[in-house]
């Protein structure tokens, strides 16, 4: 049940309480699905007031068993026990209440909605009241002595009276809370219970875009390309203003501009005479004095932008769209491959011969000539090889190290199969990354994509291509994500190697040991000549 609910159901029933509808009390907190120890206490003073007796009581039961320690609970069901000669029990009660006051004159339970203070005497005048009933006189006496040692308000002679009665052996009334004393809940909480319209009417809002006279809530439109201008009939209804003279920022949020600069008038002028405007997609702040209106009014002819800056022009360029497929029952042409050419892979599918503009390469002799001081590597000829893999990794090997020999040391390391390793490096000056030539044929060193000792390779786990031709390798420029099952995924930076072209906006490719195709504005190609095909 939802606190609200209970709150209104609970308000209610104590108006009905006020009104003396102690009927109207009942069927109201009987509504309540999950009532609390408070709600429980008014409804058994609702029964209290119609003389039901034992509905009080049942009713009292299941408030103390919300909550065992409400000395009043006790308080009120002892004095109902007693009513019903149930005395034992009234007798308990009146000790259980006592236990709770935990040695307090006093109880105010104001703060819990129940407009009542329970003394420590009222307690002990109840039990002194059971002791009456059960015939033990001195009992009964001796408490009402103990009580007239007590200080507390609220008592004035009531205790004198009942101490006379007592010696007189007249039968003493039980002590209750006033009728129509209830648990009421929080007025500030019931203040809350109206419905509220915190946002209160709509009000009008006016747009950034200067010339966009809408006013009010609606969906984001859609809005003409191109810089927006107001629609105003002269120049000094408009609010784009021409600097007079230069002027140099002093202040935080204050704008360079030079003279003769048209800037935009955002916003009224302040105390210090400064006022908000836009300049070159900026907001800050300019002298009103060193501002004055500009004419703005376009020619009849060719309409042209006299305004210089503002809110650009949104990008024309549209997204590729995606290749239909065409079924064909044609099949797909197949490379004939004889006994004189060699089957295609990525060992065989070679690259362009280095350009002459390459830079000089390492080998022993130079370096022995340029450094006799050097490293013990530059010394004994060995290169420093560092492999970028999922991790990186470095091993060094001699200058003389064929690239088959190199290979099946880095699949050592890695503990990779040597026939899905591919080994690439990158030429000076490029981003590309090209396969390491003769990977599987001798007479191809290290030395010949060493530099200054050292040499770094990137290598990946995958299966060659088969009875496929690299045409020419492209640089991711973004990270594409995959669309379908037919996508290439990659991420920036990455070398796609192109198979074939599907059409003048997608590309097939293979990129780390996935083929598929992507859009060719995805990534860029260095080297517009086609390294190598099979027919050569």
């Known amino acids: 049940m939802l606190y609200t609910e209970l709150l209104q159901l609970w308000n209610e029933a104590v108006q009905a309480v006020d009104t003396k509808d102690w009927q109207g009390a009942l069927a109201t907190l009987e509504q309540i699905s999950e009532p609390t120890s408070r709600t429980?206490?008014?409804?058994?003073?609702?029964?209290?007031?119609?003389?039901?007796?034992?509905?009080?009581?049942?009713?009292?039961?299941?408030?103390?068993?919300?909550?065992?320690?409400?000395?009043?609970?006790?308080?009120?069901?002892?004095?109902?026990?007693?009513?019903i000669d149930r005395l034992e029990e009234a007798l308990s009660d009146c000790i259980w209440a006592q236990k709770h006051m935990r040695g307090n004159m006093v109880i105010d339970y104001k703060q819990l909605g129940l407009r009542f203070k329970l003394y420590s005497w009222q307690v002990l005048h109840n039990a002194a009241a059971v002791y009456c009933r059960m015939g033990q006189w001195e009992q009964a006496r001796e408490v009402l002595m103990s009580t007239s040692q007590e200080r507390g308000g609220g008592r004035g002679g009531n205790l004198e009276v009942a101490l006379d009665s007592v010696l007189r052996g007249e039968v003493l009334a039980p002590l209750?809370?006033?009728?129509g004393v209830v648990f009421r809940p929080r007025k500030q909480d019931v203040e809350q219970l109206p419905q509220r319209d915190f946002l209160g009417k709509a009000k009008v809002i006016s747009s950034i875009i200067p010339n966009d006279d809408f006013g009010g809530f609606e969906p984001l439109r859609l809005q003409k390309p191109?810089?927006?201008?107001?629609?105003?009939?002269?120049?000094?209804?408009?609010?784009?203003?021409?600097?007079?003279?230069?002027?140099m920022a002093r202040g935080p949020g204050q704008l360079t501009v030079p003279g003769g600069a048209m800037v935009f008038l955002f916003g009224e002028e302040d105390r210090d005479g400064m006022a908000t405007v836009i300049y070159d997609g900026e907001r800050g702040l300019l002298p009103v004095s060193l501002l004055e209106p500009a004419d703005v009014k376009m020619s009849?002819?060719?309409?042209?932008?006299?305004i210089p800056r503002g809110i650009p022009l949104p990008p024309g360029l549209k997204p590729p769209t995606r290749p239909k497929a065409q079924p064909s029952s044609a099949a797909p042409?197949?490379?004939?491959?004889?006994?004189?050419?060699?089957?295609?892979?990525?060992?065989?599918?070679?690259?362009?011969?280095?350009?002459?503009?390459?830079?000089?390469?390492?080998?022993?002799?130079?370096?022995?000539?340029?450094?006799?001081?050097?490293?013990?590597?530059?010394?004994?000829?060995?290169?420093?090889?560092?492999?970028?893999?999922?991790?990186?990794?470095?091993?060094?090997?001699?200058?003389?190290?064929?690239?088959?020999?190199?290979?099946?040391?880095?699949?050592?390391?890695?503990?990779?199969?040597?026939?899905?390793?591919?080994?690439?490096?990158?030429?000076?000056?490029?981003?590309?990354?090209?396969?390491?030539r003769g990977e599987d044929e001798?007479?191809?060193?290290?030395?010949?994509v060493a530099e200054a000792g050292r040499a770094t390779l990137w290598c990946q786990a995958e299966d060659?291509?088969?009875?496929?031709?690299?045409?020419?390798?492209?640089?991711?420029?973004?990270?594409?994500?995959?669309?379908?099952?037919?996508?290439?995924?990659?991420?920036?930076?990455?070398?796609?190697?192109?198979?074939?072209?599907?059409?003048?906006?997608?590309?097939?490719?293979?990129?780390?040991?996935?083929i598929g195709i992507f859009p060719s504005c995805f990534a860029y190609r260095e080297n517009m000549d086609i390294i190598q095909s099979l027919e050569l």
């Not at 009849?300 to 006299?306: A, I, L, M, P, Q």
């Not at 045409?471 to 190697?497: C, N």
């Open 40 to 83: 429980l206490f008014n409804a058994a003073s609702a029964h209290l007031a119609l003389g039901q007796l034992e509905e009080a009581v049942r009713a009292l039961d299941l408030t103390l068993a919300k909550d065992e320690r409400l000395a009043v609970g006790f308080f009120q069901r002892g004095a109902v026990m007693m009513q």
């Open 442 to 448: 001798p007479g191809y060193t290290i030395q010949e």
């Open 333 to 436: 042409p197949r490379v004939r491959i004889t006994s004189d050419t060699p089957p295609p892979s990525y060992a065989t599918a070679t690259h362009a011969p280095l350009p002459a503009a390459e830079p000089p390469r390492y080998t022993a002799n130079t370096a022995s000539n340029q450094n006799d001081g050097g490293s013990q590597g530059a010394e004994t000829g060995s290169v420093v090889v560092k492999v970028h893999y999922i991790y990186t990794v470095a091993l060094s090997v001699p200058l003389d190290t064929p690239h088959s020999k190199l290979k099946e040391q880095i699949a050592q390391k890695l503990g990779q199969p040597v026939s899905q390793l591919r080994l690439r490096h990158k030429q000076h000056g490029s981003r590309v990354l090209m396969p390491l």
């Open 464 to 514: 060659p291509l088969a009875n496929r031709t690299i045409l020419y390798q492209m640089v991711a420029l973004y990270d594409y994500t995959a669309q379908g099952p037919e996508d290439l995924e990659f991420s920036e930076g990455d070398t796609i190697d192109i198979l074939g072209e599907v059409n003048d906006e997608w590309l097939e490719g293979h990129c780390a040991g996935s």
């Open 300 to 306: 009849k002819g060719k309409k042209e932008n006299s």
């Open 226 to 247: 191109g810089f927006y201008e107001p629609k105003m009939a002269g120049a000094e209804d408009s609010r784009y203003m021409r600097m007079r003279v230069p002027y």
């Open 176 to 179: 209750l809370v006033p009728e």
